[in-house]
């Protein structure tokens, strides 16, 4: 099983791709069963070139996938990340907030991005406004580049 926002998924990547987009309401295809298999299984968020670049293999063009990424966002089941070079990353969320339900991790050593699934944004509210989506990034050193640099010394 795997656990994502919360929710339990069934084993098999396809099947809880097409549980997905069936609880969206969205139209199942094989574009987009692949396309969320491929964010279920990744470790990190990913570019829209990488993405691409697997999907192509299978034979789907640049605009079917950069339009179901479209389509995953405006359902609130994928979410955008923006690094510091200005590069588009994707990732699952099934947590139904239009922006993101958790915090990034950039590392500046490496540049792996991570999603802190554990650690909850808090809530923000302003009295005659309205708030449509929030985002929190952290910056620095992950685990891994610390251990290499200490063991460098």
């Given amino acids: 099983m795997?656990?994502?926002a919360g929710q339990?998924?069934?084993d098999d990547r396809n099947t809880q791709a097409v549980e997905i987009l069936r609880t969206a309401?969205?139209?199942v295809t094989s574009c987009r069963t692949s396309l969320l298999g491929f964010l279920l299984?990744?470790?990190?968020?990913?570019?829209?070139?990488?993405?691409t670049e697997?999907?192509?293999?299978?034979?789907?063009?640049r605009v079917t996938i950069y339009r179901a990424l479209q389509t995953f966002l405006d359902a609130s089941i994928v979410h955008r990340i923006v690094t510091e070079d200005r590069t588009w990353r994707f990732a699952i969320t099934l947590c139904g907030h239009r922006g993101h339900c958790h915090p990034h991790f950039s590392c500046r050593e490496c540049g792996r991005i991570r999603c802190l699934d554990g650690v909850a944004i808090p809530g923000v509210s302003l009295e005659g406004h309205r708030?449509?989506?929030?985002?929190?990034?952290?910056?620095g050193v992950c685990p891994g580049c610390l251990e290499e640099a200490e063991s460098a010394q």
């Fill in 54 to 61: 697997s999907l192509e293999e299978q034979g789907f063009n």
């Fill in 2 to 4: 795997k656990r994502v």
């Fill in 8 to 10: 339990v998924l069934s």
């Fill in 25 to 27: 309401k969205l139209r």
């Fill in 41 to 51: 299984d990744a470790e990190a968020p990913l570019t829209q070139k990488e993405l």
């Fill in 131 to 139: 708030i449509e989506a929030q985002a929190m990034y952290l910056w």
